[in-house]
Every structure is written in C-alpha cells, then in structure tokens.
C-alpha cells in the first residue's frame, strides 16, 4: 500500500527554527509537495521537489532524498503566524497525489 | 482577483437529505477536484474532472455525485447514501501539466454537519 507519515504535532519557540519530517512509501514518484494550512482554511501551496537536494524560499526551504523516501520542511525565524498544519503529498507513478495526515506545529511566545 | 469559491462555507444536513456544495473558479484551470478533510487522515479524493461533461471517481465516490457543465463550475452533491458525511470538503483546481507539478489552488472549504 502507499503511505505516508508525518509527526502529528510539534512544539517550537517564536523566533527559532523548526524542521517538519516526511517519509513515504509510493507506487513511482513525480514529485512531493508541502502546503500550509491555518485551522479552518484553505491549504496553500509552500513547494514542491522531484530532485534530491534542498529548495531554499525565503524563511522556507524543503529538502528531498528519493532513495530514502524521506523529505523534511525547514522553518527558519518562526513567527506567531507560522503556527497551522503543514501537509506532505507525493505525487505516484500515475499522476494522483497521496497525502500525509499533516503536523500541526504550535509556536510559543 | 482570481480564486476559487466555495459555497456555503457551513452547512447542516438533516439524515435522509441530499445536499449541494458549489465550487467556481475563475482561474481559467482545466482540471477540478473534490476532497474530504477528516481529522488525524490525509485528504481523500472523492471526484476530480479533467475537462467539461467528463469526471472520474477518486477513492471515495460512493455517496456522492458531481457534475461538469461548465469549465468554471464543479458542484458537488452528498447524497443520502452516503453513511458518515460530516467532514470538511475542499474543492481545488489546476492546470494540467505532462510533469508532476500540479500545484492544487484551493477553495476555503465547506464544514458539513448531519444532524
């Protein structure tokens, strides 16, 4: 079966940094996504990675190992409002996306 | 602004009634998804259409019904049969690329609640 897995729930401080882990097992892979999404809204879309490495976006970056299934979302100088859910979705061999449950991660004073 | 709506953003059913949720988008996309939020699950696929008068089921159809008309429209109707279907429904769109990047836009939802 396809699967993937996310911490449920993390904890950081405003103003430190955060990294939100992503393993997954898939039929083929086209590509892993992460969006954020605040309690009772729309998810937006944060990156994407097909290719190994790190995509660095501002406070944001996302780092992908194909032949470990393995992605992580960095979090860099947290803010108050950076508190929501982040959702990991892989891409399979037929084009259809499979999501992770997401990680709600709470940000403290 | 471009963007998709979906209406209403609350919702509450009585058993035994079918209901309509509606999701435009003005984003000139061809593809359109339905998707059901639970909570502690990723989201689920219920229907997705990938051009006008033509859909496909995702892996959770059964007790639900869409429609594609127009390019812009995507309505989703909840039937009676369907057992369980307090959930938060997302309605999202795209364009259709030949790689895997399909960035989904999502509608802000609609909260659905039988009583």
């Known amino acids: 079966g396809q699967n993937i897995d996310q911490p449920t729930e993390m904890t950081a401080t405003e103003g430190a940094i955060v990294q939100i882990n992503c393993t997954y097992q898939t039929s083929g892979f086209n590509g892993l996504f992460w969006y954020q999404q605040h309690a009772g809204e729309a998810p937006t879309f944060l990156s994407y990675?097909?290719l190994d490495g790190l995509e660095e976006k501002g406070r944001f970056s996302s780092f992908l190992s194909r032949s470990k299934g393995y992605s992580y979302l960095l979090l860099k100088e947290l803010q108050m409002k950076d508190s929501a859910s982040y959702l990991c979705a892989v891409m399979d061999s037929n084009y259809q996306l499979i999501w992770g449950a997401g990680t709600k991660l709470i940000i403290k004073p | 602004d471009g963007g998709i709506t979906q209406s209403p953003k609350y919702l509450f059913r009585k058993e035994g009634q079918n209901v309509t949720l509606s999701c435009e988008q003005n984003?000139?996309?061809?593809?359109m998804y339905w998707y059901r939020q639970d909570p502690g699950q990723g989201l689920r696929l219920i229907y997705y259409?990938?051009?006008?008068?033509?859909?496909q089921k995702g892996d959770i159809a059964e007790g639900y019904s869409v429609s594609r008309e127009k390019k812009e429209s995507f309505p989703l109707t909840v039937t009676s049969a369907q057992t369980n279907p307090t959930a938060f429904y997302l309605c999202a769109s795209s364009i259709i690329r030949d790689s895997g990047a399909n960035v989904l836009t999502f509608g802000a939802g609609s909260r659905l609640t039988v009583l």
């Open positions: 990675n097909v």
């Open positions: 984003l000139n996309h061809d593809a």
């Open positions: 259409s990938q051009i006008v008068n033509d859909f």
